[in-house]
Nanobody, 127 residues
Framework: QVQVSESGGGWVKTGGSLRLSCAASGRTGNSYTMAWFRQAPGKEREFVSALRSGDGNKYYRDSVKGRFTISKEYAGNTVYLQMNSLKPEDTAVYYC????????????????????WGQGTQVTVSS
């Protein structure tokens, strides 16, 4: 089992920044995919960003490219999402998701493939 816990959400003005953290504990293994999804009120959950073990690339939805950065601590199981230049349309509950193997690139955005989810952290952006 893997336990996933997010933190770092909050309220910020348009143009501001927040950093979300996702700590995965338990039987995480050396092969993994860790991702961020979000869900705004009345909308479907959507993929935000992901990274995979053994893969130096990072993956983002188009609307956050250049503003958000996903990273992972070198020797641990914590993933971060640095969010800059935040917009009101970024307002959502942000979820961290973990899959204990490398998901193929074409399926990274499919939330159904992720085994473990955190409880979510609210991000609110307003003027």
């Amino acid at each position: 089992q893997v336990q996933v816990s997010e933190s770092g959400g909050g309220w910020v003005k348009t143009g501001g920044s927040l950093r979300l953290s996702c700590a995965a504990s338990g039987r995480t293994g050396n092969s993994y995919t860790m991702a961020w999804f979000r869900q705004a009120p009345g909308k479907e959950r959507e993929f935000v960003s992901a990274l995979r073990s053994g893969d130096g690339n990072k993956y983002y939805r188009d609307s956050v490219k250049g503003r958000f950065t996903i990273s992972k601590e070198y020797a641990g199981n914590t993933v971060y999402l640095q969010m800059n230049s935040l917009k009101p349309e970024d307002t959502a509950v942000y979820y961290c998701a973990v899959h204990n193997s490398r998901i193929i690139l074409s399926a990274l955005r499919d939330g159904e493939l992720y085994n473990y989810w955190g409880q979510g952290t609210q991000v609110t952006v307003s003027s």
